[in-house]
């Protein structure tokens, strides 16, 4: 199904669990929709014609907005389509997923942008955004163009891991971002100290015998940026903050009134530096995982409200990049299908409320980026999941709608499972017929 043959046919959720990141509350009620959008909370009966929903008493909530995933066109097809991407997304409660420019070639033209929008819209159930590159062929030299890819419906611009050297370059970016009110997603790492590591740098890693960068690249990193972004005034956006020595400075550019946001990983939020256990592969992120402490320090600054949203960073990689050594595998991690009950490990640990966690994975992205979604508010999209964040299960990593099986939670038991999506207002996901 494609979002063109969404239905209208009226909707009435009861006995739901309703989960408002905008509120911040978690109550029971019924949920009304009709025409693809929210009519109703709470209404005392159903309009005519409706279909009835009974939730159960499990969750209902605004569908995930996943910031941050590559999806593989162009280029990498043999990892993940938009097809298979969509139906993980649809399956995990991702609504709307936007996607990265890290393809081959880049999205770095009006021309490649138009085309990965048209392959998206005919091939997935959900909604796909994509940002775009930041400089030609995220090479790091010549600026895109901005106002054209803008026009052409980017929502934010960035090279991702390629780090842009040259600080000249990078300002002038800012400037021009600035003057056309672009967001700019960066990501904080000083790219001297962290080419080639594979770990965090302290014991463990000297242990294990990995090359490592210490979390102090990411510091380093960041400040660049934010001197930038004081010099230009930029909208930014910090892609992933992972240690706890990044976040006096995050902070402070906060209080000093910069346009600065700020995301993380489900992966850096749930697992430590320790997962990576006996070089298992799977584990391999960029950037690296972290310490137990950094962790613990990053899951507060998600309650806090200082680290602003939670993404899958979905990286698809074949079992012929992943089947190598260590310090050869190919980073990254699937994860539109299991960034839910990931998120649920944090729930049941009391890290996180419900409404906390919808409000970093789904209000938060969404209102950055500009669109509707993330909010239960009336007149919002009808995208919508439905989930019960008790129900135990252990991970089959080939049961996995992507192409790609590269998830580090295979064999892991997990908690909190998606028994429907909705796409506005249409299913695009029920747990009975998957």
Not at 64 to 88: C, I, M, N, T, Y
Not at 101 to 119: G, Q
Not at 347 to 361: E, K, N, V
Request: proline share 6%.
């Amino acid at each position: 199904m494609t979002l063109a043959s969404l239905s209208d046919k009226p909707l009435y959720f009861a006995n739901a669990r309703l989960i408002d990141p905008d509120a911040g509350t978690d109550t029971t009620g019924t949920l009304t929709v009709q025409g693809g959008r929210i009519v109703a909370r709470n209404a005392e009966s159903a309009p005519d014609g409706a279909e009835h929903v009974d939730c159960g008493g499990k969750c209902l909530a605004p569908g995930l907005v996943d910031w941050g995933a590559q999806l593989g066109e162009p280029g990498a097809r043999h990892k993940e389509s938009f097809r298979s991407a969509g139906l993980a997304a649809a399956a995990g409660g991702v609504t709307t997923v936007i996607a990265r420019p890290d393809t081959d070639p880049a999205i770095d033209t009006p021309e490649v942008l138009e085309f990965v929008r048209r392959r998206a819209q005919a091939e997935t159930p959900v909604r796909i955004h994509h940002m775009a590159a930041l400089t030609r062929g995220r090479a790091g030299r010549e600026m895109v163009e901005i106002g054209f890819l803008m026009d052409a419906g980017a929502l934010a611009f960035t090279d991702v891991d390629h780090v842009v050297r040259e600080t000249r370059v990078l300002s002038r970016c800012m400037t021009y971002a600035r003057s056309l009110g672009a967001l700019i997603v960066g990501h904080p790492q000083d790219p001297g100290l962290s080419a080639g590591a594979a770990a965090t740098s302290g014991k463990f890693a000297s242990l294990r015998g990995l090359p490592a960068v210490s979390p102090m690249a990411e510091r380093m990193g960041f400040d660049r940026d934010m001197a930038l972004v004081e010099m230009t005034g930029a909208r930014y956006h910090a892609d992933q903050i992972t240690c706890a020595r990044s976040l006096p400075a995050l902070e402070r550019a906060k209080a000093n009134g910069f346009d600065v946001t700020a995301g993380v990983s489900i992966h850096h939020l749930t697992l430590n530096e320790f997962d990576v256990g006996d070089y298992r592969t799977f584990f391999k992120l960029t950037p690296p995982l972290r310490s137990e402490d950094d962790r613990r320090a990053v899951v507060q600054a998600v309650a806090d409200g200082l680290i602003n949203v939670i993404g899958s960073f979905h990286t698809p990689q074949d079992e012929e990049s992943k089947r190598l050594p260590f310090e050869e595998a190919a980073p990254g991690a699937v994860g539109l299908q299991t960034l839910l009950p990931a998120a649920m490990r944090l729930y049941h640990a009391g890290a996180l409320t419900l409404p906390q966690l919808w409000r970093a994975m789904a209000l938060n992205p969404a209102r950055r980026l500009g669109l509707e979604g993330g909010t239960l508010a009336t007149g919002a999209p009808a995208d919508l999941v439905l989930f019960d964040p008790d129900a135990p299960f252990v991970l089959d990593r080939f049961t996995l709608r992507s192409k790609s099986k590269n998830t580090p939670f295979d064999g892991a038991r997990m908690e909190g499972r998606v028994l429907g999506t909705w796409v506005g207002g249409a299913p695009v996901y029920t747990r009975e017929t998957a």
